[in-house]
């Protein structure tokens, strides 16, 4: 069973930053474009960013770029930097792998902004 492992969600007041990791097998994400995505209570899941296996990016429009995601190509691990953060910006955030050999998800990691 493919794992993709994330870390690095908390509490945070709102303003604040925070990044989240995930780390997937290599030969997943040799071959995928990598993203997060967020599920908040009573809403449906959406896009936060991707990253492809070359390094072409995209965002969901409100990230209006207060969030960079990035590969860690040596440690096969994708990172989720998240500032200026907001009370809306509350969700499970979710790792996914897509390519050619399959889609995959994380177990989702909890971001709360909140003062």
């Known amino acids: 069973q493919v794992q993709l492992v994330e870390s690095g969600g908390g509490l945070v007041q709102p303003g604040g930053s925070l990044r989240l990791s995930c780390a997937a097998p290599g030969s997943i994400f040799k071959l995928s474009t990598m993203g997060w995505y967020r599920q908040a209570p009573g809403k449906e899941r959406e896009l936060v960013a991707t990253i492809t296996n070359s390094g072409r990016t995209n965002y969901g429009d409100f990230v209006k770029g207060r969030f960079t995601i990035s590969r860690g190509n040596a440690e096969n691990t994708v990172y989720l930097q998240m500032n200026s953060l907001k009370p809306e910006d509350t969700a499970v955030y979710s790792c996914?792998?897509?390519?050619?050999?399959?889609?995959?998800w994380g177990q989702g990691t909890q971001v709360t902004v909140s003062s």
């Open positions: 996914n792998a897509k390519g050619v050999i399959g889609t995959y």
